[in-house]
């Protein structure tokens, strides 16, 4: 293994695109590829607001938009973790549309990867990574495994699902996602299907953690 340079503060990597666009693919791999190495992951689903309304009330509102997520907790805790502070990372139920009362426990590590439709929108948010990323994937595409996941893994009714993407997920992520490409370092065209771009982007994060150069 080659011998990691010192460095002052973590290697934080944002992924950033729209629902269904192969983020998680593209982090999972990732996370194997660096296994061996101190690597933690932060998602932003996990900092959406507490909402105090109904249930029926709470399924209605718009989690696309970035008034949604709880940006200044989100940015105190990566700012901590830059530090090698550790943070407690609220735990979101997407069956009850809120979070819970438990946190998660996330130490410190030398790498960091922030996961998120809007991982790029704020600027306190960039001005903190080392390498952004945005993954770009066909809108289709991106409806068809929203469809499965949601259904799959969150309980959610097709009737809810269509609901969502065409009052809230389409346009948000033409107003608010989609513009964010202009702030990224690498695009990655349809996800983890492109070994080119991921071969790229892990070339570029060891270059990054082992030729000493700090960000």
Do not use: C, W
Request: proline share 4%; hydrophobic share 40%; charged share 25%.
């Amino acid at each position: 293994m080659q011998q990691k340079a010192p460095s002052k503060h973590p290697l934080i990597i944002g992924v950033s695109g729209g629902s269904g666009s192969g983020k998680t693919t593209i982090v999972r791999r990732l996370m194997t590829e660096f296994s061996q190495e101190s690597i933690a992951l932060l998602q932003m689903d996990s900092y959406y607001k507490q909402l105090d309304l109904p249930l029926e009330q709470r399924k209605l509102q718009n989690f696309d938009h970035p008034l949604a997520f709880d940006m200044d907790l989100l940015v105190a805790d990566l700012k901590k973790l830059k530090n090698f502070q550790a943070v407690e990372v609220p735990i979101y139920d997407f069956v009850q549309s809120n979070r819970t009362a438990t946190t998660r426990h996330q130490a410190p590590a030398d790498v960091i990867i922030l996961e998120g439709i809007l991982a790029l929108y704020d600027q306190r948010l960039r001005d903190l990574m080392g390498i952004k990323v945005f993954v770009d994937t066909d809108d289709d595409i991106r409806l068809i495994r929203r469809i499965q996941r949601d259904i799959d893994h969150r309980g959610y009714t097709l009737e809810r699902i269509f609901k969502q993407y065409l009052e809230h997920v389409r346009p948000m992520y033409q107003q608010f996602i989609e513009p964010t490409k202009r702030f990224a370092d690498l695009i990655i065209p349809e996800g983890g299907a492109n070994e080119v771009a991921i071969d790229l982007l892990t070339s570029k994060i060891k270059y990054l953690l082992y030729q000493g150069k700090e960000n």
